[in-house]
Every structure is written in C-alpha cells, then in structure tokens.
C-alpha cells in the first residue's frame, strides 16, 4: 500500500505555527503514515521544535516524529529532551548528526551510531536516520557513507530518509548498492518540490544533489512555453514520484516546506499512479 509521509519546520511567529496547523490540517487528507518536524534547522530553538511536534501530534492525531541532533549539544540535555518526548507521547524520532555551524568538532558522540544506540537505551523509540543517494559532501566515498547507514541500522534504526534528489537513476544505483552492503531497512525516498528554483541550486549545490538536465532546461524555458515556475515544479514533481511507483516504491517522505500546494500534487500523483498499479495488476 501506498504511504506518504510529511516533513515540517517549526514556524518562529504564532503567524507561521497558525499557517502550519492549517497546512497539516490540509495535508491530512493523504492520510500520512506520519508526519515529521524538524529540529534546529533553519534557526529553530529545542522549545519551538518540541511545542511544534506535540501541538502537531495531538490536533491532528497523526503519528509525529520528532528530528533530533547532537551536534553542538551535551549528552544530559539530549537525553533529556528524548525523555520529555517519550513522556509527551512522541515514539518516533529522526536522529541526525546535525551540521556543526562552528566549524569544529563539537559533539557528545563519537559518531550517529552511537547517538542511535544512546536513544534507544533511554526509551524503545522508532527511529528512522538519513541517508545520502549522491553521497554526503563530507563522506569520504559511497562505500564510507554505507558503512555508517549500515552501522545506523545494527543500533537500531528501522528507516533512512533520503537527502532530496532530482535523478531517480542515482537513488536506484543508491538502493542496489545499499542492499548489496546488507542494509535491509526500508529506504524512503525524501522528495523536494521546488518552489524557487534559485534557492533550490544553492541547496543542491551545498548538498552534492546534481540537477538533471531536463530539470534546468525546464526552467529555462518556462518564459518561452508560457508556463509559470508552479506549473513546471507540479509537472516536474508528477513524473518523479510516478517514475518511484513505477519501479515499486511504496513510500515517499515530502519536504512540505510548510506549504500545501507541491506537496499535494505529489501525494495526488503518487497514489494515483499506485492505483493505477494495482488496477492493472487485478486486470492482467
Ligand atoms: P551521519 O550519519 O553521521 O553521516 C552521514 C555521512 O556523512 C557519513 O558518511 C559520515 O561519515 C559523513 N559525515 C557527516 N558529517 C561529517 C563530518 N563532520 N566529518 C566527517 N564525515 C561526516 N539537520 C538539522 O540540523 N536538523 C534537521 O532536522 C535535519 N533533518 C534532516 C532530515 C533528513 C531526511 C536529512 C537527509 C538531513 C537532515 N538534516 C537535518 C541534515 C543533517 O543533519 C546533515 O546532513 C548532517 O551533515 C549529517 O547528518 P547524518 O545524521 O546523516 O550524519
């Protein structure tokens, strides 16, 4: 069966967490497997994130997991943190290394092994990790990479969500290579809708996520086909998760960016052509 999942940001006004309630509430529709929120990024504080994630978890009622890292902060205050998760309700987290903004080397972990295993010893939390189909920009090579998913996975970790990509071709060579490593678990493909293709290079660019041809090219002309950038992204967005169903995927994570549009020509997209499966495999 076809599952979708959600990934939100915490808002930094009452304006911003009133427009994700509406998003999530909007979202709600597909009937996500779960929703996610994440933590730290983009300058969000341990309060807003954790408020975010139970509001979320109890209005909507939909399985909330929350991102965690460790980078920059100490072991007492994580730990702490997972435990008022786990009383609060919350058995689901995405545990991450973070990026370390200070340029050093400041973590209470030798490694996100060791963060997952810490995580599981405080409460039996689901724990999904991530996972990078072009490789990190720090990782020393695919294989190094698959060594720590595969390192993630004996500590316990049950999913990886995957760095957003633009080339399916690369996430399946990913995947292959990944099984052949022995990694077993479910790998969700993370799926961006670009809403500003400019931000959306910069991304990509510090990130290693190569922009196919055809995505740039797209773009390019849009002044010359008459479309807007919206039009071209929805179309975009249609053909890459139709590609994933069609090569048997079940499950795509969408980073909503908080916003409803992209994210439900996505989840339309995807279950449609999952439907459109199973109608011909009853048929055949
Ligand atoms: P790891 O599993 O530790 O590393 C992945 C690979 O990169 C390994 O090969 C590892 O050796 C290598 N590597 C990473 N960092 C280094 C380093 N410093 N030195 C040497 N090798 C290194 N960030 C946030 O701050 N908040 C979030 O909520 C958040 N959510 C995310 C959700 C998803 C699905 C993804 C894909 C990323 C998310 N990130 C988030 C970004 C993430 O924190 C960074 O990509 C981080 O650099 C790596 O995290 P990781 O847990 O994958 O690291």
């Known amino acids: ?3 979708i999942s959600f990934e939100y940001f915490p808002g930094r006004s009452e304006k911003a967490n009133n427009q994700l309630e509406q998003t999530v509430s909007l979202l709600a529709e ?3 497997e779960f929703q996610s929120v994440t933590y730290g990024a983009g300058g969000s504080d341990q309060k807003g994130s954790f408020d975010a994630v139970v509001a979320m978890q109890s209005t909507s009622g939909i399985p909330t997991a929350s991102h965690l890292t460790y980078t920059g902060a100490n072991k007492e205050d994580i730990e702490a943190f997972a435990d008022e998760l786990w009383k609060a309700g919350i058995k689901r987290i995405v545990a991450l290394r973070g990026d370390d903004l200070s340029g050093g080397n400041d973590a209470p972990f030798a490694n996100t092994p060791e963060f997952v295993a810490a995580l599981k ?3 039996p939390f689901e724990i999904s990790v991530a996972c990078y189909p072009e490789v990190h920009p720090k990782a020393g090579s695919l294989k190094d990479d698959l060594a720590v ?3 993630k996975q004996e500590v316990g970790a049950t999913s990886a ?3 957003f990509f633009f080339d399916n ?3 399946y060579e990913f995947v292959s290579q990944a099984r052949e490593t022995g990694i077993t678990i479910p790998i969700i493909p993370g799926i961006l809708p670009i809403y500003n293709f400019a931000k959306v290079c910069e991304m990509a660019e510090a990130c290693g996520t190569h922009i196919p041809d055809h995505v740039n090219e797209a773009f390019a002309n849009s002044a010359i086909c008459g479309s807007s950038d919206l039009e071209i992204a929805s179309e975009l967005l249609k053909a890459q998760v139709h590609d994933l169903a069609y090569a048997g ?3 795509v994570h969408i980073y909503t960016l908080n916003k409803v549009p992209l994210a439900k020509v996505a989840s339309e997209a995807f279950l449609e052509a999952h439907e459109t499966i199973s109608h011909q495999r009853r048929v055949a």
């Open 149 to 151: 998913l595969k390192a």
């Open 30 to 32: 597909f009937q996500p």
């Open 1 to 3: 069966m076809a599952r």
């Open 161 to 163: 969500i995957t760095q």
């Open 249 to 251: 995927y079940e499950a």
């Open 169 to 171: 071709s690369k996430f």
């Open 121 to 123: 010893k405080c409460h």
